[in-house]
């Protein structure tokens, strides 16, 4: 008879997820911020580990002005909404910016800490 070995899922998904986050920081031009691989802590760990290396840059605010429903003020009062709105978004864009430096460190301090304890004492 021929034994099968066992698959481990968790190993191909920790793989899968190194290459996607290196595939990500190549195209970003940086180094992955994380690392999803490890075996010390529960794979719910490295799954979010995994997702907030994907998302940690990712605040976007977007300009949303809807149109005024008034007949002759309408657009006059349209264009001063996006005025405002437009300068709203540039504040925000900086704080956004910011935060995004700080979630960078915070990962990667996280990943740092996460590596030091995946290795055996020496």
């Known amino acids: 008879?021929?034994?099968?070995?066992?698959?481990?899922?968790?190993?191909?998904?920790?793989?899968?997820?190194?290459?996607?986050?290196?595939?990500?920081?190549?195209?970003?031009?940086?180094?992955?911020?994380?690392?999803?691989?490890?075996?010390?802590?529960?794979?719910?760990?490295?799954?979010?580990?995994?997702?907030?290396?994907?998302?940690?840059?990712?605040?976007?605010?977007?300009?949303?002005?809807?149109?005024?429903?008034?007949?002759v003020l309408g657009p006059v009062l349209g264009r001063l909404r996006q005025m405002l709105h437009e300068l709203v978004l540039f504040y925000v864009n900086q704080v956004a910016a910011a935060q995004m430096r700080v979630n960078t460190h915070l990962l990667q301090a996280l990943n740092a800490l996460a590596q030091d304890l995946e290795e055996p004492d020496a």
Request: aromatic share 8%; net charge negative; proline share 11%.
């Open 1 to 71: 008879m021929n034994e099968e070995t066992p698959i481990d899922v968790e190993a191909i998904m920790q793989e899968i997820r190194a290459e996607i986050l290196a595939q990500r920081a190549a195209a970003r031009g940086a180094g992955p911020p994380v690392s999803a691989v490890g075996k010390r802590f529960s794979p719910a760990f490295y799954e979010h580990l995994y997702q907030a290396g994907l998302a940690y840059d990712q605040i976007k605010p977007e300009r949303l002005v809807r149109p005024v429903p008034v007949p």
